[in-house]
């Protein structure tokens, strides 16, 4: 299973891949998370230290490998064609979560429409480890919506847009959701994040009801989760109600997956 997480940026998302990364990888899986986003931090939500973090090359900043994979002896000229499957093997880097994690790092470089070596090398690893790979994969996106345009979650089976009870964030996940439905992504929805109370929950249900977004999950807010942030450290998932919501989302990603074909808008699910 592939799975990509959007949303506006603030909304949880990383959290949210983290949790579901850790999850999957304690029920036996191999599992690959991805940090896609331009300020990427899922290596924290993925039990490394700040310091180990830092220590991580992004796969766009790593000059050597960029030239390696698509240099030629005419300047100004690279290549389109190369292999990726080397650099799983190379630069993922383990996690006490379980799972291995690859950041792509931010192309500076690349406008709309722009095609740059870094860009290539990413866009044809991330299509190796989605369409080619047995893992779990998992993709914490760039906030927004500039990822779609670029084509980088389109072969997918999943696209989560995150949202909170904001409505621009709900505004943003629900474009998400109408764009991705040009794609062949077999299931797009929405998962509600931080749901404190009872109105909020109804501000969602019907934002996605009359939408027409099919509401995967619900991930209660959580002191814990809160203070984890505050402080850097990871909650502990025993007496986390939002840890314990995201596990249950995977279980029903799972499910979905073995049960339904496609999955789209036109429902809610909760």
């Given at each position: 299973?592939?799975?990509?997480?959007?949303?506006?940026?603030?909304?949880?998302?990383?959290?949210?891949?983290?949790?579901?990364?850790?999850?999957?990888?304690?029920?036996?899986?191999?599992?690959?998370?991805?940090?896609?986003?331009?300020s990427p931090n899922l290596a924290l939500n993925l039990g490394l230290s700040l310091e180990e973090a830092s220590r991580i090359l992004p796969v766009a900043d790593n000059e050597d490998l960029i030239r390696i994979k698509t240099g030629t002896e005419h300047p100004g000229v690279?290549?389109?064609?190369?292999?990726?499957?080397?650099?799983?093997?190379?630069?993922?880097?383990?996690?006490?979560?379980?799972?291995?994690?690859?950041?792509?790092?931010?192309?500076?470089?690349?406008?709309?429409?722009?095609?740059?070596?870094?860009?290539?090398?990413?866009?044809?690893?991330?299509?190796?480890?989605?369409?080619?790979?047995?893992?779990?994969?998992?993709?914490?996106?760039?906030?927004?919506?500039?990822?779609?345009?670029?084509?980088?979650?389109?072969?997918?089976?999943?696209?989560?847009?995150?949202?909170?009870?904001?409505?621009?964030?709900?505004?943003?996940?629900?474009?998400?959701?109408?764009?991705?439905?040009?794609?062949?992504?077999?299931?797009?929805?929405?998962?509600?994040?931080?749901?404190?109370?009872?109105?909020?929950?109804?501000?969602?249900?019907?934002?996605?009801?009359?939408?027409?977004?099919?509401?995967?999950?619900?991930?209660?807010?959580?002191?814990?989760?809160?203070?984890?942030?505050?402080?850097?450290?990871?909650?502990?998932?025993?007496?986390?109600?939002?840890?314990?919501?995201?596990?249950?989302l995977a279980d029903c990603l799972e499910t979905m997956m073995q049960d339904t074909p496609r999955l789209s808008s036109g429902g809610v699910r909760i």
């Amino acid at each position: 299973m592939k799975i990509a997480v959007c949303g506006k940026g603030g909304v949880g998302k990383t959290f949210i891949v983290g949790t579901l990364a850790a999850h999957f990888a304690a029920s036996g899986r191999q599992v690959i998370a991805i940090d896609a986003d331009s300020s990427p931090n899922l290596a924290l939500n993925l039990g490394l230290s700040l310091e180990e973090a830092s220590r991580i090359l992004p796969v766009a900043d790593n000059e050597d490998l960029i030239r390696i994979k698509t240099g030629t002896e005419h300047p100004g000229v690279f290549r389109l064609l190369f292999t990726v499957d080397d650099i799983i093997s190379r630069y993922a880097v383990p996690t006490p979560s379980g799972a291995n994690l690859l950041v792509m790092g931010t192309v500076k470089s690349m406008g709309s429409g722009c095609v740059c070596p870094a860009h290539s090398v990413i866009k044809a690893l991330i299509r190796h480890l989605v369409v080619e790979r047995n893992e779990i994969v998992i993709l914490d996106m760039e906030a927004g919506i500039e990822h779609l345009g670029r084509g980088t979650a389109e072969h997918v089976d999943v696209l989560l847009a995150v949202a909170d009870a904001n409505l621009k964030s709900l505004e943003i996940a629900s474009t998400i959701c109408r764009l991705a439905q040009e794609s062949e992504i077999r299931t797009i929805g929405l998962v509600a994040n931080r749901v404190a109370n009872s109105r909020q929950e109804s501000l969602i249900r019907t934002y996605a009801g009359t939408h027409g977004l099919l509401l995967i999950g619900r991930i209660p807010f959580d002191e814990r989760v809160a203070d984890a942030g505050m402080s850097g450290e990871l909650p502990d998932p025993s007496g986390s109600l939002a840890m314990k919501a995201i596990g249950d989302l995977a279980d029903c990603l799972e499910t979905m997956m073995q049960d339904t074909p496609r999955l789209s808008s036109g429902g809610v699910r909760i």
